[in-house]
């Protein structure tokens, strides 16, 4: 397999984690970030990856998208949805003829957010089930299984989104290109409306959440109503797919603190509007209720406005 060149625009947990088992597989990544401390940790003492294979740092080049000079194969998008525009912005030079853009971020969007900066014929959206956690600056863990869907925007076939595919699985990154890339998108967005918007609202770790009875209710009941909504928008997504991946997460994700908590918790502003926002925008296109979901988006905003 030829070594692609590939930058990591937000390289928070989910991008340092792709980045570094990328990097270790022999593709030549470049990190881009705008945190301080993310950017000293990396240059001063390389990336800390810690997962299921083990423990090892590996030297990474980490800039500010300005910094940086290559034109990259792939540039895959992983910062959060509320800062998509301004980091692709300051990245816009790195976007050249070849490039092709990749998001891999949480909520609906987002290849509209990349469509300024790209034709549709090289733009790709996907979904991750990675679970990844920056327990410090320069150091990200996961642990568990996962699985990554990837299709171009435009439902095109592309042979460089089959190719980075392939890396992905040879960076232990289980990966594959999947014309029902958007039915997964969906039933991830069920998932993290659940549990992403139920954690932050209790301040519960994943685990903390599935050991309440409750909350496993709550959790199922949720991921319903905005699956329904995905079904008004002509997707056969698979209601028992979705509900088994969130028993899977409640039961062997248990340390894992969803990035919305993560941010609450810094008083940092979260990812709301495209996860249960968004659903909430499309159930009443279809005058669909989802009124769990449309609490917890009103009870996570507050949460924002308090903090």
């Keep these: ?27 030549a990544v470049e990190l881009l970030d705008v945190n301080p401390a993310q950017i000293a940790a990396v240059r001063e003492r390389g990336l800390l990856i810690r997962n299921d294979a083990g423990e090892r740092r590996l030297a990474l080049p980490i800039m500010r998208p300005e910094e940086a000079t290559t034109q990259p194969d792939w540039l895959i998008v992983f910062t959060k949805a509320m800062h998509t ?36 014929s090289r733009i790709a959206i996907g979904m991750t089930t990675v679970p990844a956690d920056l327990v410090a600056p320069g150091e990200v863990h996961s642990h568990g299984q996962s699985r990554t869907r990837v299709v171009m925007a435009d439902g095109g076939k592309e042979p460089a989104l089959a190719a980075l595919a392939a ?3 040879a960076a232990g990154l289980p990966g594959a290109v999947d014309p029902d890339a958007v039915v997964a998108i969906w039933e991830k967005v069920a998932f993290n409306v659940a549990l992403n918007s139920l954690c932050a609202v209790t301040q519960r770790t994943v685990g903390g959440l599935g050991g309440a009875a409750e909350g496993r209710r709550l959790d199922h009941a949720v991921a319903s109503e905005v699956l329904a909504v995905a079904q008004a928008e002509g997707l056969a997504v698979l209601a028992q797919r979705t509900h088994a991946t969130i028993d899977h997460a409640l039961d062997h994700h248990g340390g894992h603190k969803p990035s919305m908590l993560q941010d609450l918790l810094a008083k940092r502003p979260t990812e709301i509007e495209t996860l249960n ?28 406005q308090a903090a």
């Excluded at 590939?6 to 270790?24: D, N, P, T, V």
């Excluded at 790195?94 to 300024?116: D, F, Y």
Aim: hydrophobic letters at 50%; proline letters at 2%.
């Design 1 to 27: 397999m030829s070594a692609l060149r590939i930058s990591i625009l937000g390289a928070g947990a989910m991008g340092s984690l792709f980045g570094g088992l990328l990097a270790e597989v022999g593709h």
């Design 85 to 120: 525009q301004g980091a692709l912005a300051a990245a816009k030079h790195l976007i050249g003829p070849q490039t092709r853009l990749l998001s891999l971020q949480n909520g609906l969007g987002n290849a509209e957010k990349l469509a300024g900066f790209a034709d549709a």
């Design 167 to 169: 890396a992905l699985n």
């Design 277 to 304: 926002g968004a659903v909430v925008r499309v159930a009443e296109k279809h005058s669909i209720a989802a009124p769990r979901t449309e609490a917890l988006y009103a009870l996570v905003k507050m949460a924002e």
